[in-house]
């Protein structure tokens, strides 16, 4: 049964904009060009950016934000990764805003590497190379990430060029590493660290917004953490007969153990519900043996887990209640012999209802759908909103209609297809909202803000 603090909360229309911060938005709303945001998102999308070698993407946007008279500067992290970071200026009396997105994107688009884990072939939208089709942009991270940012650098693009008054400054930033993907062979990318890199080198801002997927307003933001476990056997060989004294199976027991781990994932999502997040588990992957050499069955099995967490869920009480859920698991299979591990923690955090920045995001919502905001469906989405937040930004997540959500082209309808699927009319809302929550943050002094 639903708890009241599960219940979306229904907030009455409202309108903070006075006369003059109404004309300012429209101007500035006026100025959005679809034309130049699908060539954005276009070349954006034709640079190939995975996780760990995002330094030429976020230098074309860095170079582009130049050229349109922001302050902007690639920021290097290593070798083949950096951040783009991008300022317009304000008088200094106001706050300052961060628009984030990540920049990079969750495959890296070749058939060695991907096939056979995304399907049979890479479709036209797992392959970094842009294509346009009508409104629809199409290719790796078109959509996710390569719209996000394309669609907050409109936002602050048509505020300058509207020559809005600003107090406080609005900083466009995008960050390699965002994935929840760790590259070991560069430089152990993902996770956030891009992000940590700008926030820990000179960038803050007194409050933020990230641009995801979902038409939605979260303050709360998941966490993630990942398990290894590893099932032991012995290595033995294709013409043993099973029985034999001294060869035990690791890949047997693993399965037994699979299932056993799926039912309590299952139930682990009612457990930790918060306001706004539903924390899902899951089984991601799975290790063992030699393909090239079958006929030897490896010592090793290896379980990959990723459990997503609200942001009242501490790393070590998470890692205590798994370790707890394995003992009494293998307490009803003594024969089973494993061992496990957490080997990614990102903690969850959560903005203030109240903050004005969620306020403000709640505000341009209904400005944009004319009619009261509903509340936020449940979610699990890990991204960098979780560190951003962590590291003393308040910060209010909002998004645009998610393609998969809507009617996709067949060949694109299975899996992540809507990632690299970019509609571009469905961004100009959204961009409307970005613009709104500019003109509202950042046209007001500190004391109105109470900063």
Same mark, same amino acid.
């Given at each position: +049964? ?11 229309? %409202? ?32 640079? $190939? ?39 317009? &200026? ?22 060695? =590497? ?23 942009? =199409? ?20 505020? &300058? ?34 992000? +940590?890199?700008?926030?820990? $080198? ?21 966490? +993630? ?52 997040? &539903?924390?899902?588990?899951? !089984? ?20 990959? =887990? ?53 306020? %403000? ?44 959500? &809507? ?23 959204? !961009? ?20």
């Amino acid at each position: +049964m639903a708890t009241l603090w599960n219940l979306p909360v229904v907030h009455e229309m %409202s309108s903070n904009f006075s006369e003059e911060q109404r004309r300012w938005y429209e101007k500035a709303c006026a100025c959005i060009d679809a034309a130049r945001l699908k060539q954005l998102v276009f070349d954006l999308t034709d640079i $190939h950016s995975p996780t760990g070698q995002e330094k030429q993407a976020s230098q074309f946007l860095a170079d582009y934000l130049s050229q349109a008279n922001f302050n902007a500067r690639y920021q290097p992290v290593n070798e083949n990764s950096g951040n783009c970071i991008g300022r317009l &200026k304000g008088s200094g009396d106001g706050a300052n805003l961060l628009l984030y997105a990540p920049i990079d994107t969750h495959l890296d688009g070749e058939v060695d =590497i991907d096939v056979p884990w995304v399907g049979p072939q890479l479709r036209d939208d797992m392959i970094p190379q842009a294509q346009v089709r009508g409104e629809t942009v =199409i290719g790796l991270g078109a959509s996710n990430p390569k719209s996000m940012i394309a669609s907050l650098t409109e936002a602050a693009h048509c505020v &300058k060029q509207a020559d809005i008054p600003l107090l406080g400054d609005v900083i466009v930033g995008s960050a390699g590493g965002g994935m929840p993907w760790v590259s070991e062979d560069r430089n152990h990318t993902g996770i956030s660290s891009g992000v +940590m890199h700008m926030l820990s $080198h000179g960038v803050t801002a007194d409050m933020g917004v990230i641009f995801k997927p979902w038409c939605e307003v979260y303050h709360e933001h998941p966490g +993630m953490t990942w398990f290894k476990i590893t099932v032991w056997g012995s290595m033995g060989y294709a013409g043993i007969p099973r029985g034999t004294p001294g060869f035990d199976s690791s890949i047997v027991p693993a399965a037994r153990l699979i299932l056993e781990l799926e039912e309590w994932l299952a139930a682990y999502p009612d457990r930790h519900t918060s306001e706004q997040i &539903k924390p899902e588990g899951w !089984i991601a992957a799975l290790r063992s043996g030699w393909p090239d050499k079958p006929a030897f069955p490896g010592a090793a099995c290896e379980i990959y =887990i990723d459990l997503r967490t609200n942001p009242d869920q501490k790393m070590a009480e998470i890692e205590a209640e798994f370790s707890s859920a394995m003992r009494d698991i293998l307490s009803k299979y003594p024969e089973i012999k494993a061992d496990w591990e957490m080997t990614v923690s990102c903690q969850g955090s959560r903005t203030d209802p109240q903050h004005w920045v969620v306020q %403000s995001a709640r505000r341009s919502w209904e400005e944009v759908n004319q009619k009261a905001y509903p509340g936020a469906a449940l979610m699990s989405g890990q991204t960098d909103a979780a560190t951003i937040c962590q590291l003393g930004i308040p910060l209010v997540r909002v998004g645009y209609p998610y393609i998969g959500e &809507k009617e996709m082209p067949e060949e694109f309808a299975e899996g992540l297809g809507g990632m690299g699927v970019a509609f571009i009319p469905d961004l100009i809302d959204p !961009i409307k909202q970005i613009i709104y929550i500019i003109i509202d943050s950042c046209t007001r002094s500190r004391d109105e803000l109470n900063l």
